[in-house]
Structures are given as structure tokens and as C-alpha cells.
């Protein structure tokens, strides 16, 4: 039974066995090729730059898309996609550097939060232990690692406690002000009752006389009574708002900051301030839900984006990574790919997200991630991390459950990275650490991770960022020394859907170089071009491409032997060979009368040559004479005007063996002449000319040097 | 009886011997001028020394044995520029030119091409040789 991979096999070497075919059937027509090929290295006269740029962009964007995806159906892709959130990144990287915090002081500190932890546990409770615990929070807070949150806790319980203190002297001030309000409106009665009417029957006239006045006299006694009475009242039910606006002040400070603290993952803190909250205020099952308004009023820039701690209520132990709408109700993180783009979120009840890539990561008990991280989305995201947290939790009680519940988690979690470590499954291990630093970086068993525990996640994430640089790059072959490399550190790296999928892009591109042989067959260049362009791109390192480029370039010298021969007079210039164009003149004659631009080089070129080739001749001539020292002399003058032309070189080396005395004496005396000994030169110059009494070397040399040592000398 | 007459004067041979002794002396005299014999002391130059390296030679004093080769120059500041061949027995040899400055001081000497000369020179800076003395043997 022939299988999907194989059925594809066969139709790529069929398909290769017809583009075979097809090169082959064209070859006969070697002028085509030629031409073709003449008019590639010449350049494409019907596809112009900015098109081939957007055939290779073409076929880099479908290369990549491949690769990429590939990468995003990895496996590893969660811890990926962490890596690639820089401001994850950056945090992750420095915490995977940093040495573990084994410092005397980071000890101290531990043992001092351990300390205030258990005076605060619900049974060790007691008063003296709450003001022990109030004491050492400032000592706490010495440490750098603590990042001064004791002693914010430390001012946000003593203003509570001084707020308590005021609730209690306005109730004792109330109750004072009670016993006054029943003394006046015990006074008020009195009065009331002690006013007499009279019984006497008077006129009608009198009678409205009479109870004119004693209404006055009613007025006058009782208005006093009545006065203090209504004072009272107000200043009781003013002290009563005061206590009620004082307490709910003070409740929803620490509140406030113990949601904070969460949101910061500070979870020993929150457990502590939660003890002292307890004890300020024994309202039960401490609601939340002031705080929640207070959450809803806060800031949000929605330009900005957000970075989102995701919190899950209702644990699940998945994990997640994506992006979409999501909108739903009740307790939950998601995360998926929707028509807006990716995301995640998190929330109770209503929520709603759109857009931006997203991660969650699960443990036991509740589901953490981050996304988005920068300056601007950080203030979003203490805005939704303080709405989030104020939906999730309903009271202190859970909010303390789950501080205790992800230390707990957290610790599992460093357990199991060291376990996956251990067996060098670098891939879990990784996303453990992951995980385990997102959900709790500032807790003892994480920061305790020594630097060796913690380089070998670093590697692997530094190699998975590689991996995804190389697939965003489209370089086929760093990608496959990547994922060679990831699959050397960790064996159990899946990378066989990755590998078929570059074999899939190689194969593409070969197959392209042969479509681009066949329409050179056919002197098709547009399709030469595209094919060979779009070839490249998926793979540029290619092996097909640079052989197929290398011999459209022979075939194009072949067919014009022209453009050879300026393409050689060029390199010859710029190597300086002139000799080499000298020898093959006419060939370069013929090709450079259609170049203007090159006609002023050749000529000086020929210049040259025929200068260099008379003296040589000359000196031939006169070396057959026997006059060794002549010819070398003739030669020496022109190879001071040329000394890179190699045949004159020679000949000169040849015949200064000739005539030893006479080259030693010249070279001596010039040597002497450069030096200012002038005395010695000029007496070097007068045995040359011994020697060689027709030299003119000697004779221009006394004349020279005669002229320094007698400047005056007529 | 007569006593030998007894000889006077020296004898006849030794006589000779002084005449010849004296004559000698005579003639050498008449032969050798003074300068010549101011240069009996002097180092005789040696061309290879010379040519291999002056400046090591520079500040020395040497006679020379020379013919006088050709004018190099004329410099009405510091004298007369000449080449001249160092005579040497060896008639099948490379002559040997040097040239020699012959500074102001000697300018009374007449000079010219073929003449013989025994000079006193001097090697001075940039290893040229200038005349200290110059006269005809």
C-alpha cells in the first residue's frame, strides 16, 4: 500500500525524470542556450529589478510561511512564545543569569519574612505576636530583594490602626452625646409640663389674648430643651458617618493593597497583610466588593494595549497558547486563534478580549500568563490585573487561599524543572521554568535556582530564539543547523514534521532551477529569471542555483567570444597584467573598438608595451654584441618607469649576471647618492665608468652628484 | 842607520770608500726634494679600503701615486674637482678612478689631464679625498 509520503515521492521523481527529459531534448539547440544564456549575464532586458525583487519577496514570504508555521506547530511553541514577548524575555534571560540568592543577607531576609509569617499564623495570632510582627516588618524591608513592600505594608496597617483608634473615640464621644441627648429631652418634657393654662371663662377678645401669650411662654420655655435636643441628634449621626466613611477608608486601603501585592506576585506579602487585615477588622468573610468599584473606575489606554496577568479561578491544568475573541462568563482563562488575531485572557463573569498574541500557562490550582509587556501596557495591565483580581476574588479568604495554594504550586513546580532537568528533557523543563517564573519570581524556591540549575534552560532558550530568528530569516540552511543543533541538546526534540517541511522547500527550489533549464532550452529568459529568482529565494545556498548560474555565465562567454575578451581586458586591467593584453592585442583591438570607455585604457596599454618592448629589443641587440653592461643599462632605465612588467624584470635579472661589476658599482653608487655620501658615490660612479666608460647611468650620476658637492662649480 | 819611514794619513781604500759614500749621499740629495721626502711616512691609499667603505676611513691621511684623469669641476669657493687614475703596475688591470678635491690653498698648482702627481690626501666628510699636498715627482 503506497502511503501519502510515497505517492508524493513518486511524483517528484517523475516529475524530475520529465524536466530531464525536457533539458535533454533541448539540448541539441545549442544556440538558444547560447543566447539565452548571453542574455542572462547581460541582464534581463523584460523583468526589471524591482520585479525580480518581488518575485524572490514572493517566494521568500511562501518560505517562510511554511517554516513558520511549522514552528508555530511545534511543541515547543509555548515556551517560544514567551521568549518572544522581549519584555518577558529580557526579565526571563536576566533571572536565568542572575546566581542564586544564597547571600547572608537574602538568607536573613527569608528567615525574617518566615519569622513574621508564623507570629502571624492563625494560631500563634496573640497580640504581643501581631506587634512583633508589626516591628520586624521595617527590618524586613531593609533588603534589597524585598523592594521596600514591607514597609509599605508596614504604613498601611498603621494607618488602619490609627483609623481604629479615631472609630473608637467618636463611638465613646457618641456615647456621651447619648446620655446628654436623654438628659435635654428629659429637660424638654419637664418644661413641657410644668406650663399652666389658665381655667378662668373670658371673652373671645381675651381668650385669643391669652393663648397669643401663652404660646410665647411656650416658645421661651420650651425652645431651649428643644434646641439641645435636635443639636445632639445631628452630632451623633455626624460622628456615626465619620466612623462608618473612617472604617470603610481604612478597609479598603489595605484592600487595595493586598490586591496590589497579588498582582505583583508578591504572595508572602499578601498572606502577611492579610493576617494583619484580620486582625484590625473582624468583619467575617472580608467582602471585596468596594474594592471592585474602585477597580472599575481606574485608567485604561486602549491604544496602548495591555499586558495581561491571566488568573484562572477554576484550574484546569492546561496549557494554552493563541489568540481571538474571546467572550464568555465565570471564571476562566482561554486562549485560541480567532478572526482578530491571537489572545488570551482571564476573568470572572463578563469579559472581553481582542487581539495580540497570548500564552497561559497552567498549574495546579490556577492558570498565570503574560502578553503585550511594555511601558505603557504595563499601567493597563495593573489596570486589568486590579479589575481581574477584584472579579476573581470575592474575598480576602480566597485571595489568601490562592497566594498560599501557587507558593505551593510554585514550589511543586521547581521541584519538577529540577526532575525534568535531571532526565534532560529540556523542552518540559524549560516550559516548567517557565512557568514557574511567571507565576512566582520573587518566592524563596525560585530565586534559590543556582546558576547551573538554571544555564541549561538558558541555552535551550537562546538556541529556541535561533530557531525562530532562522525561520524568520528564510535561510533554509541556518534553519536546518538549528534545528540539527536543538535536536543535539535535547534528543527528544521533535523534529521530524520541521525537517520533512525543509525538505519539502529544498525540493521546491531544485525543481524550480529545472524549470528554469527547461525555458532556457526554449530561449524563454522572462521564465529563466522568474523561475531561477523564486529558486533562490526559498533556498539561496542552493547547490542547483549556483551551478545553473555558473554555467549560464560559460555559455554566454562561449557565445560571444566579445564580451569575453572585454570581460578579460577588464580583469587583466585591474590585475595589471598589460603584458597578457599586449600579447593578445588584436584580439583586444577588435573587441574594444565597440567600448569607447575602454579605447583610452588600451592605448595607453599599448603605449606602454611598445616602450618596454623597443628598449628590450635594443638591449638584445646589444647584448649580442658582448656589451652585457649596455644592455642592462638600456634596460635599467625602463624598468625604473616600469618595473612590473615581468619579461623586462627577467631579462635585466639576466643580464646584471652578465656584467656584475658594472650593476654592483651603479647600485652601490646610487645606494651612496641616496644616502648623501656623496664623496663615496661619486667615486663608485667613476669605477662604473671605468668599467664601462660609455655608461651613461655613470656619466649622469658624476654629473649629478659633482653638482651637490660644488653647487658653485661652473 | 835609518829608521823606517813611518806612514801618514788614512789608506788609500778606506779614502776610496768615504769618496764613494760621499758621492752617494750627494746624489741622493740632488734626486729627492723635500716634499717627497715629507710623504716617506705617509700610508699609501688603498682603493679596495676605500671603495668598501670611506666613512670609516674619514679623517685619515694617504698618499697617492696618481695621473690625472680629467676636471670634474670648478668651484671658485672650495676648488677644483678632478678624477684621477691611481697608478698601477698592472697595465692589463681596470683602472682605478677616484676623485679628489684639490682645495683653494693649492690652487697654484697647474693641473691637467696625463700629468703625474704624488699627492698627500685627506679623507673628509661624505668620503671625499681632498688634497693636503700635491706635487710632481
Known amino acids: ?714 | 842607520m835609518s829608521r823606517k819611514k813611518k806612514s801618514k794619513g788614512l789608506p788609500p781604500w778606506l779614502m776610496g770608500l768615504l769618496l764613494l759614500l760621499v758621492g752617494a749621499g750627494v746624489y741622493y740629495l740632488l734626486t729627492t726634494n723635500a716634499s717627497e721626502a715629507s710623504l716617506r711616512t705617509v700610508e699609501v691609499l688603498n682603493p679596495d679600503l676605500y671603495y668598501e667603505n670611506a666613512n670609516s676611513l674619514r679623517g685619515n691621511t694617504y698618499k697617492m701615486d696618481v695621473t690625472i684623469d680629467s676636471s670634474l669641476g670648478n668651484s671658485p669657493s672650495k676648488g677644483r674637482l678632478f678624477s684621477v687614475v691611481l697608478k698601477n703596475d698592472d697595465k692589463s688591470a681596470v683602472p682605478v678612478k677616484v676623485p679628489v678635491l684639490i682645495p683653494l690653498p693649492l690652487g697654484n698648482l697647474t693641473i691637467q689631464k696625463g700629468q703625474h702627481y704624488l699627492m698627500k690626501v685627506k679623507v673628509v666628510d661624505n668620503g671625499m679625498l681632498q688634497a693636503e699636498e700635491a706635487f710632481k715627482p
Open chain 1, 1 to 714: 500500500m503506497i502511503n501519502n509520503t510515497q505517492r508524493f515521492k513518486f511524483l517528484l521523481v517523475g516529475a524530475g525524470i520529465a524536466f530531464s527529459g525536457l533539458v535533454c531534448a533541448q539540448v541539441p539547440n545549442a544556440q538558444t542556450i547560447h543566447e539565452t544564456g548571453q542574455q542572462y549575464k547581460e541582464g534581463n532586458p523584460l523583468t526589471g529589478a524591482a520585479d525580480n525583487l518581488a518575485i524572490g519577496s514572493q517566494a521568500m514570504f511562501e518560505a517562510n510561511l511554511k517554516t513558520k508555521k511549522n514552528i508555530v506547530d511545534m511543541k515547543p511553541n509555548t515556551f517560544l512564545s514567551l521568549w518572544n514577548n522581549p519584555g518577558f524575555a529580557v526579565q526571563f534571560e536576566k533571572f536565568l543569569s542572575a546566581p542564586a540568592e544564597t547571600s547572608e543577607d537574602a538568607n536573613l531576609y527569608r528567615q525574617r519574612i518566615d519569622k513574621i509569617m508564623d507570629l502571624l499564623s492563625p494560631g500563634n495570632a496573640t497580640k504581643a505576636n501581631q506587634d512583633e510582627a508589626f516591628n520586624l516588618l521595617p527590618l524586613a524591608s531593609e533588603f534589597e530583594s524585598d523592594a521596600n513592600n514591607c514597609t509599605t505594608i508596614h504604613d498601611a496597617v498603621y494607618a488602619a490602626a490609627n483609623g481604629k483608634v479615631e472609630i473608637q473615640r467618636l463611638t465613646d464621644v457618641d456615647q456621651e452625646l447619648n446620655k446628654s441627648l436623654e438628659t435635654a429631652q428629659y429637660n424638654y418634657v419637664q418644661s413641657a409640663k410644668s406650663l399652666s393654662l389658665s381655667s378662668e371663662v373670658i371673652s373671645k377678645i381675651e381668650q385669643a389674648n391669652n393663648d397669643k401669650n401663652a404660646a410665647e411662654v411656650r416658645a421661651a420655655v420650651l425652645d431651649p430643651s428643644k434646641n439641645d435636643v435636635a443639636s445632639l441628634k445631628a452630632t451623633i449621626q455626624r460622628n456615626q458617618q465619620q466612623i462608618a466613611s473612617t472604617e470603610l477608608q481604612s478597609k479598603f486601603a489595605l484592600q487595595s493593597l493586598i490586591l496590589q501585592l497579588f498582582v505583583q506576585r508578591r504572595y508572602q506579602h499578601v498572606i502577611i497583610i492579610d493576617r494583619f487585615y484580620r486582625a484590625l477588622f473582624d468583619d467575617g468573610d472580608q467582602s471585596l466588593e468596594g474594592f471592585q468599584q474602585m477597580a472599575d473606575k481606574l485608567g485604561y489606554n486602549k491604544a496602548a494595549g495591555q499586558v495581561k496577568l491571566i488568573a484562572n479561578a477554576n484550574p484546569t491544568g492546561a496549557l494554552a497558547a493563541g489568540g481571538g475573541n474571546n467572550t464568555g462568563s465565570g471564571a476562566g482563562a482561554s486562549a485560541g486563534t480567532g478572526s482578530n488575531g491571537p489572545s488570551a485572557s482571564v476573568g470572572n463573569n463578563n469579559y472581553d478580549t481582542t487581539g495580540g498574541d497570548a500564552t497561559a500557562l497552567s498549574g495546579s490550582g490556577l492558570n498565570l500568563g503574560i502578553e503585550n509587556l511594555s511601558m505603557e501596557s504595563m499601567e493597563n495591565a495593573f489596570t486589568t490585573g486590579m479589575r481581574g483580581a477584584s472579579r476573581t476574588f470575592k474575598s480576602l479568604s480566597q485571595l489568601d487561599a490562592f497566594a498560599n495554594e501557587i507558593i505551593r504550586d510554585v514550589n511543586e513546580g521547581v521541584k519538577v524543572y529540577r526532575f525534568l532537568l535531571d532526565k534532560n528533557e529540556l523542552e518540559s523543563a524549560s516550559s516548567q521554568l517557565a512557568a514557574v517564573f511567571t507565576k512566582g519570581e520573587y518566592l524563596p524556591s525560585v530565586r534559590l535556582l543556582s546558576v547551573d540549575e538554571k544555564r541549561k534552560t538558558l541555552e535551550y532558550a537562546q538556541l529556541c530564539n535561533r530557531l525562530v530568528n532562522a525561520a524568520n530569516s528564510g535561510n533554509i540552511d541556518v534553519l536546518s543547523d538549528v534545528v540539527d543543533a536543538m535536536k543535539k541538546m535535547n534528543p527528544s526534540f521533535d523534529d521530524a514534521e520541521i525537517q520533512a517541511k525543509l525538505q519539502g522547500v529544498k525540493t521546491a527550489s531544485t525543481l524550480l532551477v529545472a524549470q528554469a533549464k527547461v525555458a532556457a532550452a526554449k530561449g524563454d529568459l522572462q521564465s529563466v529569471q522568474t523561475q531561477i529568482t523564486r529558486a533562490a529565494a526559498l533556498w539561496p545556498n542552493n547547490p542547483e542555483v549556483t551551478s545553473f548560474s555558473s554555467e549560464m555565465g560559460k555559455m554566454s562567454e562561449e557565445a560571444s567570444p566579445q564580451v569575453k575578451a572585454l570581460a578579460d581586458f577588464d580583469q587583466l586591467y585591474a590585475q595589471g597584467n598589460f603584458r597578457q593584453i599586449f600579447d593578445d592585442k588584436e584580439k583586444y583591438i577588435a573587441a574594444i573598438s565597440q567600448s569607447p570607455e575602454r579605447q583610452d585604457k588600451l592605448r595607453a596599454v599599448l603605449s606602454r608595451m611598445q616602450e618596454i618592448e623597443t628598449s628590450i629589443m635594443r638591449a638584445q641587440e646589444i647584448a649580442r654584441r658582448g656589451d652585457y653592461a649596455g644592455a642592462w643599462e638600456g634596460l635599467q632605465t625602463t624598468f625604473l618607469h616600469y618595473p612590473d612588467d615581468l619579461k623586462l624584470t627577467q631579462l635585466r635579472a639576466e643580464y646584471s649576471t652578465q656584467s656584475p661589476d658594472f650593476v654592483r658599482n651603479i647600485n652601490t653608487a646610487k645606494d651612496d647618492e641616496e644616502k648623501k655620501e656623496f664623496g663615496s658615490a661619486l667615486a663608485w660612479y667613476l669605477k662604473a665608468q671605468s668599467v664601462y666608460p660609455m655608461s651613461d647611468l655613470s656619466k649622469e650620476g658624476i654629473a649629478r652628484v659633482v653638482k651637490e658637492l660644488l653647487p658653485d662649480a661652473s
